[in-house]
């Protein structure tokens, strides 16, 4: 078989997993095994599999249109779906470009600030300063500013563009590090073009959680260089922290959001800004970026369905819910040699390891205790769909902790 998976080998390293369905929170293998996903489908799918409501989403869409091309045209789906971001999002983005999956919301926003700063009359202004330890996505732009020694990403360091550093934020408050972030922009103010970071928690480049006063001083180091602020919520973004957006409080210029964003159902995502920036690019000319299937109207039907549930259901009490039980259930965790650290926020539980896990027996642990888990470096972790029940999280406790032990 010629099928390539992501982040791995042709042939693949070990077999993949076939599931012929699921169900709720619950992956059917095709030899009748039954898994509980304790990944959301990487984040996404954070209603679970079949919910009704999203099926009926697709439905009531298929019978009108599944697809449209958007340049020059419109219709209500796109149009619902970007004032219901609008009503969500932090104050004052309301100007909203749909997008066809995250990593591609993310080139968007580069380039938007790169257009701004050109129409700004600042040409110079074309680095960006991002954070160690992030990760933004697959594409060209978005790996340049992931980070560049321990991502993932790092064999293309040699034709990426060359970025801006700011060590990894700390857990706590750190005057000494909003110092070194200070200092590395007062060198390269001139060439600034803007800061972004994943605010709160980074994803894929470690499952760190930081202290939310440090987005307080990035908004200070760029408004103090002329250069624009992006928010990544991607992957933090529609409750996953414990909050509808990981923000708190600090208004970027640029947000970036898609996984959850459609229940995992469809790829979509969007990039929002706020009026200052769309005036100005816009004073130049168009921004120069469309996708073939931007606003999709299927996505958009979902994306509205989706976000529907997070203002009808109490997801706060789900996630607060969720978390409790992992907390609980990673605890046992702190007791192996081999662990480093036990974290949690929102509906994340990370469990990291002192050396690289061993993927294959992890997963196999896991595969044991009923639950699909997708161990990297050196962390096993789960971010479990909200509607998960709290026998089922204990279970995907029950079965990092397992994998964390074989790994």
Same mark, same amino acid.
């Given at each position: 078989?010629?099928?390539?998976?992501?982040?791995?080998?042709?042939?693949?390293?070990?077999?993949?997993?076939?599931?012929?369905?699921?169900?709720?929170?619950?992956?059917?293998?095709?030899?009748?095994?039954?898994?509980?996903?304790?990944?959301?489908?990487?984040?996404?799918?954070?209603?679970?599999?079949?919910?009704?409501?999203?099926?009926?989403?697709?439905?009531?869409?298929?019978?009108? &249109?599944?697809?449209?091309?958007?340049?020059?045209?419109?219709?209500?789906?796109?149009?619902?779906?970007?004032?219901?971001?609008?009503?969500?999002?932090?104050?004052?983005?309301?100007?909203?470009?749909?997008?066809?999956?995250?990593?591609?919301?993310?080139?968007?926003?580069?380039?938007?600030?790169?257009?701004?700063?050109?129409?700004?009359?600042?040409?110079?202004?074309?680095?960006?300063?991002?954070?160690?330890?992030?990760?933004?996505?697959?594409?060209?732009?978005?790996?340049?500013?992931?980070?560049?020694?321990?991502?993932?990403?790092?064999?293309?360091?040699?034709?990426?563009?060359?970025?801006?550093?700011?060590?990894?934020?700390?857990?706590?408050?750190?005057?000494?590090?909003?110092?070194?972030?200070?200092?590395?922009?007062?060198?390269?103010?001139?060439?600034?073009?803007?800061?972004?970071?994943?605010?709160?928690?980074?994803?894929?480049?470690? &499952?760190?959680?930081?202290?939310?006063?440090?987005?307080?001083?990035?908004?200070?180091?760029?408004?103090?260089?002329?250069?624009?602020?992006?928010?990544?919520?991607?992957?933090?973004?529609?409750?996953?922290?414990?909050?509808?957006?990981?923000?708190?409080?600090?208004?970027?210029?640029?947000?970036?959001?898609?996984?959850?964003?459609?229940?995992?159902?469809?790829?979509?995502?969007?990039?929002?800004?706020?009026?200052?920036?769309?005036?100005?690019?816009?004073?130049?000319?168009?921004?120069?970026?469309?996708?073939?299937?931007?606003?999709?109207?299927?996505?958009?039907?979902?994306?509205?369905?989706?976000?529907?549930?997070?203002?009808?259901?109490?997801?706060?009490?789900?996630?607060?819910?969720?978390?409790?039980?992992?907390?609980?259930?990673?605890?046992?965790?702190?007791?192996?040699?081999?662990?480093?650290?036990?974290?949690?926020?929102?509906?994340?539980?990370?469990?990291?390891?002192?050396?690289?896990?061993?993927?294959?027996?992890?997963?196999?642990?896991?595969?044991?205790?009923?639950?699909?888990?997708?161990?990297?470096?050196?962390?096993?972790?789960?971010?479990?769909?909200?509607?998960?029940?709290?026998?089922?999280?204990?279970?995907?406790?029950?079965?990092?902790?397992?994998?964390?032990?074989?790994?």
């Amino acid at each position: 078989m010629s099928l390539w998976h992501p982040y791995d080998t042709m042939p693949p390293a070990r077999p993949p997993i076939e599931v012929r369905s699921a169900q709720g929170v619950r992956l059917q293998l095709a030899g009748g095994l039954e898994l509980i996903d304790g990944m959301s489908s990487w984040w996404a799918a954070i209603w679970g599999y079949r919910h009704p409501v999203l099926d009926q989403a697709v439905r009531d869409q298929l019978d009108r &249109m599944a697809h449209v091309m958007f340049g020059g045209i419109t219709h209500p789906p796109a149009q619902q779906l970007a004032q219901r971001l609008t009503d969500l999002a932090p104050p004052g983005l309301d100007q909203v470009f749909l997008a066809d999956s995250g990593s591609v919301s993310v080139e968007v926003a580069m380039k938007a600030c790169l257009q701004y700063q050109l129409a700004a009359g600042h040409p110079a202004k074309t680095r960006f300063l991002a954070l160690s330890g992030g990760y933004h996505g697959d594409t060209l732009g978005a790996m340049s500013v992931c980070d560049p020694i321990g991502g993932m990403h790092h064999m293309f360091a040699g034709v990426l563009p060359r970025h801006l550093f700011a060590p990894r934020p700390p857990a706590q408050p750190s005057d000494e590090w909003a110092s070194q972030v200070r200092r590395l922009a007062d060198e390269h103010s001139g060439q600034l073009a803007a800061v972004i970071a994943e605010p709160v928690l980074q994803g894929a480049g470690g &499952m760190w959680a930081y202290h939310p006063s440090h987005l307080r001083v990035l908004r200070e180091v760029a408004d103090a260089h002329g250069a624009l602020l992006v928010f990544d919520e991607i992957a933090t973004g529609f409750g996953r922290t414990g909050t509808l957006f990981a923000n708190s409080g600090v208004v970027p210029d640029i947000m970036c959001v898609g996984k959850a964003l459609t229940g995992g159902y469809m790829s979509m995502a969007a990039m929002l800004c706020n009026a200052t920036v769309a005036a100005s690019i816009s004073s130049a000319g168009p921004l120069m970026h469309g996708p073939t299937f931007m606003a999709n109207p299927l996505g958009c039907a979902l994306a509205l369905a989706s976000t529907g549930l997070l203002l009808s259901e109490d997801w706060e009490s789900h996630v607060q819910r969720v978390n409790a039980g992992l907390r609980h259930s990673l605890a046992p965790a702190l007791e192996l040699d081999c662990v480093q650290d036990v974290r949690t926020i929102g509906a994340v539980g990370v469990v990291q390891l002192d050396h690289p896990v061993d993927v294959a027996a992890a997963t196999e642990a896991a595969v044991a205790h009923g639950v699909w888990l997708r161990p990297f470096r050196d962390l096993v972790y789960t971010m479990p769909p909200y509607i998960t029940t709290d026998d089922e999280v204990q279970t995907i406790g029950r079965a990092v902790v397992a994998a964390a032990r074989a790994g």
